[in-house]
Antibody
Framework: EVQMLQSGGGLVQPGGSLRLSCTAS????????LSWVRQAPGKGLEWVSA????????FYADSVKGRFTISRDDSKNSLYLQMNGLTDEDTALYYC?????????WGPGTLVTVSS | DIQMTQSPSSLSASVGDRVTITCRAS??????LAWYQQKPGAVPKLLIY???TLQSRVPSRFSGSGSGTDFTLTISSLQPEDVATYYC?????????FGQGTKVEIK
């Protein structure tokens, strides 16, 4: 059974930083394209960032380009999202997902709240 | 970037009704279109990919059609457990954009 665990969310002040993590069991990350998708409270789904199977190619939505960095560690079956320069518009539930290029499966989500 | 527009934004229908949701892409995306179901408080779930291929274990009352710019998701006989928000998503190239969602409720 595939289980994806997420961590790293929390409350952060505007301008602050957070690092999200996503770890999978029962699912081989290696060579898989992986993505982060977020959902602001009461809003729809927004793709945020993707990383290629090799880690050599990364992709970002315009809304986070230059502030967020996606990375992976296949030895730990883990995906990361380093978020810097956070604003209140980044407040959302952040999901990791295997991206094949459809999103399946999804992690449970981790909540990021940006507020002073 | 290609925009994805869903209609309606919400609908209310009776149990047993046929429900249709449309998704329009601002440029042609061939058949690279997926549909997701998100029940209240739950993680999104893949329903359909390649515009019309049903994901495993998805009930056969769900179907998808279309190609190019116009797509539809149909629920042939609405059930109470289908109450959810449905999203289309293009996946031909980055950015992998979602539609704004269609909220389906029971009348």
């Amino acid at each position: 059974e595939v289980q994806m665990l997420q961590s790293g969310g929390g409350l952060v002040q505007p301008g602050g930083s957070l690092r999200l993590s996503c770890t999978a069991s029962g699912l081989i990350f290696k060579n898989s394209v992986l993505s982060w998708v977020r959902q602001a409270p009461g809003k729809g789904l927004e793709w945020v960032s993707a990383i290629s199977g090799s880690g050599g190619d990364t992709f970002y939505a315009d809304s986070v380009k230059g502030r967020f960095t996606i990375s992976r560690d296949d030895s730990k079956n883990s995906l990361y999202l380093q978020m810097n320069g956070l604003t209140d518009e980044d407040t959302a539930l952040y999901y990791c997902a295997k991206h094949s290029p459809i999103f399946d499966p999804w992690g449970p989500g981790t909540l990021v709240t940006v507020s002073s | 970037d290609i925009q994805m527009t869903q209609s309606p934004s919400s609908l209310s229908a009776s149990v047993g009704d046929r429900v249709t949701i449309t998704c329009r892409a601002s440029q042609a995306i061939s058949y690279y279109l997926a549909w997701y179901q998100q029940k209240p408080g739950a993680v999104p779930k893949l329903l359909i990919y390649a515009a019309s291929t049903l994901q495993s274990r998805v009930p056969s009352r769900f179907s998808g059609s279309g190609s190019g710019t116009d797509f539809t998701l149909t629920i042939s006989s609405l059930q109470p457990e289908d109450v959810a928000t449905y999203y289309c998503q293009k996946y031909n190239s980055a950015p992998w954009t979602f539609g704004q969602g269609t909220k389906v409720e029971i009348k």
